[in-house]
């Protein structure tokens, strides 16, 4: 009999996730550090109006952190190292379906990545003077990052899988976050600041407008929705197409 995936075994995922300290500093204290720090090195000596636009920009950048480094660095890490050590082949014989086993992992994360939002909010409203968003502009900003963390879940597990090399899935996976980072204008430096064909490149990239431009409807206004939606379209079928062919190649390998 198949085992489903159960409470126990999306505990027993969060015990894993304990043990792997990336997620966490990159992905609750790292941000919260830079959102602390940088306001005060960046925006010293600007203009009022000017470094409340600058505060809420860091603020939106390091957002983004978090669900790239939980659901993208930390997913791939650990199960990167179980695909590595042939856990999911022993956990099959041992009667858990495998779909049920990547559930686990995938409602482990989501608790961890909310449980970092939630210490991420309340850490904006105690420590930095972030402006009160709009009710609308602060949906749109929490269902944005949850999409991009499952996307970049899926775009993970698709690499873990093609590689089955840790540290090759490593590896790869710390460029590609250091080059979104860039991209999408987080490491200080905007996106219209970077050559052409590096700025098209980021247009593929939900993240890149909610760094860039995000902060200008923060606290209400319009928006023009449909490049961020079609960024979002063209990154899920990236992540589908990679999870496709990963899948292709497992089957593949079995026969």
């Known amino acids: 009999m198949k085992k489903k995936c159960t409470l126990k075994m999306v505990l027993y995922e969060l ?11 990159f992905g609750i204290i790292f941000p919260n550090l830079m959102c602390m720090l940088l306001p005060r090195a960046v925006a010293s000596g600007l203009p009022a109006d000017i470094q409340q636009k600058v505060t809420d920009s860091i603020m939106l950048s390091m957002a983004i952190v978090i669900p790239m ?4 660095l930390g997913y791939g890490a650990v199960y ?7 856990i999911p ?6 009667g858990f379906e495998e779909k049920s086993a990547i559930m686990a992992k995938v409602f ?3 608790i961890l990545l909310t449980i970092a939002f ?3 909010a309340f850490f904006q409203m105690a420590v930095t003077k972030v402006s009160v968003p709009a009710v609308s502009s602060f949906l749109c900003l929490v269902i944005s990052l949850y999409l991009i963390g499952v996307i970049l879940l899926v775009i993970s597990h698709a690499l873990a899988n093609l590689f089955k090399k840790f540290s090759i899935v490593f590896g790869v996976e710390m460029g590609i976050y250091f080059l979104m980072i860039i991209l ?5 430096i905007k996106t219209s600041a970077l050559p052409n064909v590096m700025q098209k490149i980021a247009a593929a990239f939900p ?10 409807f923060w606290q209400g206004g319009t928006y023009q929705f449909m490049p961020f939606i079609q960024s979002f379209l063209f990154m899920g079928a990236i992540a589908g197409i990679l999870l496709l062919f990963s899948l292709y190649k497992d089957k593949r390998t079995v026969k």
Do not use: K, W
């Open 15 to 25: 015990r894993n996730l304990n043990g792997n300290l990336m997620p966490h500093f």
């Open 184 to 188: 999408c204008g987080m490491m200080g």
């Open 118 to 120: 939630v210490i991420f």
């Open 69 to 72: 480094s939980i659901m993208f």
């Open 108 to 110: 482990a994360h989501l």
């Open 80 to 86: 990167a190292q179980e695909v590595e050590r042939g």
């Open 207 to 216: 993240m890149t407008y909610i760094a860039n431009e995000f902060a200008d």
């Open 89 to 94: 082949l022993r956990m099959r014989l041992f």
